[in-house]
């Protein structure tokens, strides 16, 4: 019997399938609220950084064939800059960013971002504080970018965090404050905290009155997606994603849309079933919050609620999105480990999903999948938090 084969079915999967309409060219609305100038810069700017190097895309044959498709490629990000996530591309830029759009207003000058890493800047750099809430990954990227950029960085983590996802983030020389609740008090206080001492909150999620930060976060996710085309001779029929908040598949989505136009992947998302809020969303019609009564073991897809720019995107550019329990993360993980793959949690959502559609012959149909499909899978994360890795891998 096929490993591949025994991983878990879907929860369920939304019924909102878009047909011609993800046929279209990316769309005007989107290209005034995510432009692919926007996307473009961020990905020339990161492909300049000290220790750049496009991920890898490796081919999983046997993936491809127990689903019944042409190819299934995974973006492995575990070797990102070093971070082991693909977060790595989004909050350092953002807070990049920022600084070169702060101290250009502030000196009434242009102020690049090579020339906020290069240092000249260090006494005007050094007076400016970010801050932001995390389980680890997004926070172990602001907290580089902060060292990039030589300012300030507060990182509020919640009780939950591990030491190993802490110390990471302390590595980069950010104060690191830890309280006793949980998440969204994380959040809350790093906001109180920020809007009493002017610091500047970098969240990779954004909501009405706060878009510009979170949209460079996404920007430097972009990166991927360039890489993927020049890599693959042919781009990819269909991508599946995971999601949080959302930030990651509609950066992703956008991408394909603004490069591709009409020829652009189908797109599924796929999240926890303990933390449905894209679906949730797609089912009400409107952004919508979920209570997360249980923390999945994907901790980096443990959000209540979607992104508002992520919810622009995926409900115009979505045709499915897929709830997953937690049972077929671990074998999928010792699967991909089998195969010299470091694929943490968060890194199986895409070839668990892909397995599972596969057993339905009519949502392959309605999602066009078939043996001439190639389908892109994300890789996300490798062993961020190595010690639970190594459990989960040893079972
Ligand atoms: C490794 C990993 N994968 C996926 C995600 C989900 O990204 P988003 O919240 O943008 O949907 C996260 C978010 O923290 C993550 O850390």
Redesign the pocket.
């Known amino acids: 019997m096929n490993a591949l084969t025994d991983l878990k079915s879907l929860t369920s999967i939304s019924e909102k399938w878009l047909g011609d309409h993800t046929r279209a060219v990316y769309p005007d609305a989107l290209q005034e609220l995510f432009p692919n100038g926007m996307m473009k810069a961020a990905q020339n700017e990161i492909a300049s950084w000290k220790g750049y190097e496009p991920t890898q895309l490796r081919d999983l044959a046997d993936v491809a064939s127990t689903g019944g498709v042409a190819s299934v490629v995974y973006k492995d990000e575990s070797t990102r800059f070093g971070l082991g996530?693909?977060?790595a591309l989004g909050g350092a830029y953002a807070v990049l960013k920022y600084l070169s759009d702060t101290l250009t207003e502030q000196l009434g000058r242009a102020v690049s971002i090579a020339e906020i890493r290069s240092g000249i800047l260090a006494k005007e750099a050094a007076k400016i504080t970010v801050t932001t809430a995390t389980?680890?990954?997004?926070g172990r990227s602001v907290a580089w970018g902060a060292q990039m950029a030589g300012c300030r960085c507060r990182i509020y983590i919640h009780r939950e965090v591990s030491k190993g996802r802490e110390d990471a983030m302390a590595a980069f020389g950010a104060e690191i404050i830890r309280i006793d609740g949980d998440y969204d008090e994380s959040v809350r206080l790093a906001a109180k905290d920020a809007a009493e001492n002017n610091w500047q909150v970098i969240s990779?999620?954004s909501y009405d009155g706060y878009l510009d930060v979170p949209r460079y976060v996404m920007a430097g996710y972009t990166v991927m997606v360039r890489e993927i085309l020049d890599e693959m001779r042919e781009p990819p029929t269909h991508v599946i994603i995971?999601?949080?908040?959302?930030?990651?598949?509609a950066a992703i989505c956008a991408s394909f849309w603004a490069e591709l136009g009409e020829k652009r992947p189908r797109f599924i998302v796929t999240e926890s079933e303990h933390a449905d809020c894209i679906i949730e969303s797609m089912r009400q019609q409107k952004p919508s919050h979920v209570e997360v009564k249980e923390e999945t073991i994907m901790?980096?897809?443990s959000?209540g609620e979607i992104?508002l720019i992520?919810w622009e995107i995926l409900s115009r550019g979505v045709s499915g999105v897929a709830t997953l329990p937690d049972d077929a993360v671990a074998p999928a993980m010792r699967i991909m480990a089998a195969k010299d793959i470091e694929a943490?949690e968060?890194?199986v959502p895409g070839i668990i999903t892909l397995l599972a559609i596969s057993k339905d012959a009519k949502m392959m149909e309605a999602l066009s999948l078939d043996s001439n499909s190639r389908v892109l899978v994300f890789g996300?994360?490798g062993a961020?938090d190595p010690e639970l890795y190594r459990s989960i891998i040893e079972g």
């Open positions: 996530s693909f977060k389980d680890g990954n997004h990779d999620t995971q999601a949080g908040v959302g930030g990651l598949a901790a980096g897809l959000c992104s992520a943490g968060c890194a996300c994360e961020t």
